[in-house]
């Protein structure tokens, strides 16, 4: 991907699904939106993790989920952070070529939370709070929700953009694109009033996989 590429050539290269997502992905995404969002905004002011961090962990998730529209827009943000286009297009193809050795537990930690669809293990969350600390594990998670969240939304829109161009994505259909992209919108306001209920409880902005097996 180059920084000349438009948004619909780059959706249109990548021609397919890596992978979909149901309405109740998309809806419990957006449940922990708003708190994750806040925290990566106190993350600027104090800076406890660098934007290009933040980035970087964003595209590993990217990477993992496939949405090209996402992939286009961070590619962008990246570029302007100062990141070369070997080192994105080595995010965004899985390779550790580019990872510091500092940041490569949170790397890790970013691409197993996608690949477990945003419902990992605890166990791999604590680890990241004895290695980088409560708070910075806490601006980690954030991003990656985010970014999950945005992938989630952005697959169906780059399917659908695609169609538009002649190029439907296989094993994709209109009413699902269109069904995601209208509940996202619809499901916002429930979602963030249930997000915020859970922040009077005093409940986490987390949740994991409970299981024992690994």
């Not at 708003?34 to 933040?54: D, S």
């Not at 070529?97 to 691409?111: H, N, V, Y």
């Not at 197993?112 to 969350?125: H, I």
């Amino acid at each position: 991907m180059t920084k000349k590429a438009s948004l619909t050539e780059s959706i249109l290269q990548k021609g397919g699904f890596k992978r979909k997502f149901s309405f109740y992905e998309l809806y419990r995404s957006l449940v922990y939106a708003p708190r994750a969002m806040r925290k990566l905004i106190g993350n600027k002011k104090r800076e406890l993790l660098a934007p290009p961090f933040i980035e970087r962990l964003q595209l590993a998730v990217t990477e993992v989920n496939g949405c090209a529209a996402c992939s286009y827009q961070h590619t962008q943000m990246a570029l302007k952070q100062g990141m070369s286009n070997d080192e994105i297009n080595s995010f965004l193809s899985g390779s550790t070529d580019f990872t510091k050795p500092e940041e490569a537990k949170a790397i890790l930690f970013a691409q197993y939370f996608a690949d477990s669809r945003g419902f990992p293990k605890k166990f791999t969350y604590d680890s990241i709070v004895a290695e980088y600390g409560k708070k910075e594990a806490c601006i980690i998670l954030s991003a990656v929700q985010i970014m999950i969240a945005g992938n989630i939304y952005g697959i169906p829109f780059s399917a659908f953009l695609s169609r538009i161009y002649g190029k439907p994505y296989k094993g994709s259909s209109i009413y699902y694109e269109l069904g995601m992209l209208i509940s996202g919108i619809l499901f916002i306001p429930f979602a963030f009033i249930h997000g915020g209920l859970r922040a009077l409880l005093g409940l986490p902005n987390e949740r994991y996989d409970k299981s024992t097996a690994e």
